[in-house]
């Protein structure tokens, strides 16, 4: 095995955050990043009123979306594994071109007729499970095309950032004037332009796993390797605690509650706010270089319990869109810290198998925390389901500040 413990790790060279950001290896690859969240962005408005105007209602669309995020869920680790075997460009290349193929069948479809339920949810699928294969190359890379890998973190949130500003907006707008089958057109488009860049990008290829031969001898060591880091998988449990009970329901209740006191004009203001909130997030991220990186990192998500905090209260639209900009400011810099931090003490030939698993708890956690939001609010009030994700949130912070391997691991300044 290739483990370095986290007790012994040896600090690499400290970057001086001098580097070239911009070179040519990292513009390509931040082109074919940001095109490919603007896309994500769009897709979920399209899918809504595509499913919607078959008159398949609000469970067709529960189903299909549900057909593009599961298998994702399911062969994320997977997706690891073979990125650690093929490199990650490469499966990222050949995730492009199969989601390409997808959307412009749903485009064709839509644009020739009405398609049936089953054949929506086949497509959806097979997109879901392609993702799968580009999701883990997501993080990997940067390392390969930076040398300043916190800076071209930072920038790459700034851009996901303002690709969640215009996404749904260009998307509804799209959907709206030209109608659904044009916005697949247009998110094949975008596949096309992600996977030109990628195959003009030239990156050393990193080292290649030896652990074992076999596809079940890869996951084991990747498992092992997984597990071996207790900041690792200690954030990723806590996290996948807060996925159902604080970030899953905080945005259909978020709606439900800014919606019915301030408006549909209200809401916007304030995800808006937040949107510039991750961004202001972001470009502390590129600046600020604390020594101890999950440590800071922690601390700052204590800014995000403003987000369900604010709704507890009935505070007006300004005092909510400050703090959703503060929630948003901190979950970025959070963000920033936590992905630089894997990024640069992992080793490289083991990398995308390590940030599977945290992908893997990001998808499953999330969406089930939507999905479950109505009852408690049902049962006990949207505000008080809200001031129990602040609690936790809360708790979570001090859980990761009470751990010694989380509050003083160093910062990297180099992939070791």
């Not at 896309?39 to 008159?55: C, H, I, T």
Request: glycine residues 10%.
């Amino acid at each position: 095995m290739s483990t370095v413990p986290d007790s012994t790790t040896v600090d690499a060279p400290e970057r001086t955050g001098r580097e070239p950001l911009w070179t040519s290896a990292f513009a390509k690859y931040f082109t074919a990043r940001t095109t490919s969240r603007l896309r994500d962005e769009m897709m979920p408005v399209a899918l809504a009123v595509a499913v919607l105007g078959l008159g398949h209602g609000a469970a067709g669309v529960g189903y299909v979306m549900a057909a593009f995020i599961a298998p994702e869920a399911l062969f994320v680790i997977f997706g690891g594994v073979l990125a650690d075997r093929f490199t990650a460009r490469r499966m990222m290349i050949g995730a492009d071109l199969a989601r390409l193929l997808v959307h412009a069948a749903l485009s064709v479809l839509f644009v020739a007729g009405d398609p049936a339920l089953w054949l929506i949810l086949t497509l959806a699928v097979v997109s879901g499970s392609a993702t799968a294969m580009f999701q883990p190359g997501v993080s990997s890379m940067v390392p390969l095309v930076c040398e300043d890998v916190q800076r071209g973190n930072g920038a790459l949130r700034v851009a996901e950032a303002v690709g969640s500003l215009l996404g749904p907006a260009l998307g509804a707008v799209l959907v709206a004037t030209l109608g659904a089958g044009v916005v697949f057109a247009a998110n094949a488009a975008t596949f096309t332009l992600s996977m030109v860049f990628l195959l003009l990008l030239k990156v050393a290829p990193p080292p290649v796993s030896t652990g074992g031969s076999s596809l079940w001898e890869n996951l084991q060591e990747g498992w092992y390797e997984f597990r071996a880091r207790r900041w690792l998988w200690a954030v990723i449990v806590v996290w996948a605690v807060n996925g159902p009970l604080v970030w899953g329901p905080a945005r259909p209740l978020t709606a439900t509650v800014i919606i019915g006191d301030h408006g549909s004009s209200g809401f916007g203001t304030v995800q808006a706010a937040l949107g510039a909130g991750t961004i202001v997030g972001g470009l502390i991220a590129m600046r600020l270089r604390p020594a101890h990186p999950l440590a800071a990192g922690s601390l700052a998500m204590f800014g995000f319990a403003l987000h369900p905090l604010a709704m507890v209260f009935d505070f007006p639209v300004w005092a909510l869109g400050c703090c959703f900009a503060v929630a948003g400011a901190s979950w970025t810099f959070w963000g920033v810290q936590w992905t630089t931090t894997v990024q640069t003490q992992v080793q490289p030939e083991v990398l995308n198998r390590v940030y599977a698993y945290d992908v893997a708890g990001s998808i499953m956690t999330n969406p089930i925390g939507r999905a479950l939001a109505g009852p408690p609010a049902l049962l006990l009030g949207a505000r008080e389901t809200l001031f129990i994700g602040v609690l936790i949130c809360g708790a979570s912070c001090v859980t990761l500040l009470s751990m010694r391997t989380i509050r003083t691991l160093r910062r990297r300044g180099a992939t070791p």
